[in-house]
């Protein structure tokens, strides 16, 4: 399966900063997803993403957060600002018509 | 309804022997089970994935039992090795909705 690339690797900002994560799944896939993992727990569902509209969005995904696939490739999503609790691993992905779904392999967001 | 519960939360294993993982749902709409491998600093990656019309399913030494009645299903890894140890992930979806998380497992194969 070809991969979905995730930059940056890990991000420190300070708390009240605006992030901009990046994920470039490589396909022209219509589903994308962010998902989010704090240190030692679950895999969370943020949103999802369907022919350049949100068409789900959790509880967690409140008005700081918002989603955009700006030049057609690149999603992204930003947290406007942060707090302490935002520090997590935020997982982009993508899924075929089978259902399959692949992970990138993280951004490490961590808020001070 | 749209939990997936998971246990153990953790589990250690000697080399050679079975690691048992299990899983329960409720939401009867869910029809694709999938298995995710976890590794420190990266990324799920599916394993193996099941859908609600087998009981059973096999590849390698992994392996899934679904039970639709009790609305439980399971990952067998058999003879387990020390590259096997990660933090595996049940999930279930439904046709159109998301990918929901149980809790995961952290398994430990010891030599």
């Known amino acids: 399966e070809p991969e979905v690339t995730q930059t940056p690797s890990h991000q420190v900002t300070q708390m009240g900063q605006e992030v901009i994560l990046r994920c470039v799944p490589i396909?022209?896939?219509?589903?994308f997803y962010w998902y989010r993992q704090i240190l030692g727990q679950k895999v969370e569902f943020l949103v999802s993403?369907?022919?350049?509209?949100?068409?789900?969005k959790s509880e967690i995904f409140d008005d700081q957060f918002s989603v955009e696939r700006p030049d057609g490739s690149n999603f992204t999503l930003k947290i406007r600002s942060t707090k302490l609790e935002d520090s997590a691993m935020y997982f982009c992905a993508r899924k075929t018509e089978r259902r399959r779904y692949t992970f990138g392999s993280g951004t490490r967001l961590t808020v001070v | 309804q749209q939990q997936v519960k998971q246990s153990p939360q953790s589990l250690i294993v000697q080399k050679g022997g079975i690691s048992i993982i299990n899983c329960a749902y409720e939401?009867?709409?869910?029809?694709?089970f999938p298995w995710y491998q976890q590794f420190p600093g990266k990324g799920p990656a599916l394993l193996i994935a099941i859908r609600p019309d087998v009981s059973e399913k096999k590849e390698g030494r992994f392996t899934i039992s679904f039970n639709k009645s009790a609305k439980q299903f399971s990952l067998h890894i058999m003879d387990s090795q020390p590259g096997d140890s990660a933090t595996y992930f049940c999930?279930?979806?439904?046709?159109?909705?998301?990918?929901?998380f149980g809790q995961g497992t952290e398994l430990s194969v010891k030599p």
């Open positions: 939401n009867t709409a869910f029809d694709y």
């Open positions: 396909s022209n896939h219509l589903y």
């Open positions: 993403f369907y022919n350049n509209e949100i068409s789900e």
């Open positions: 999930a279930a979806s439904m046709e159109g909705g998301k990918l929901i």
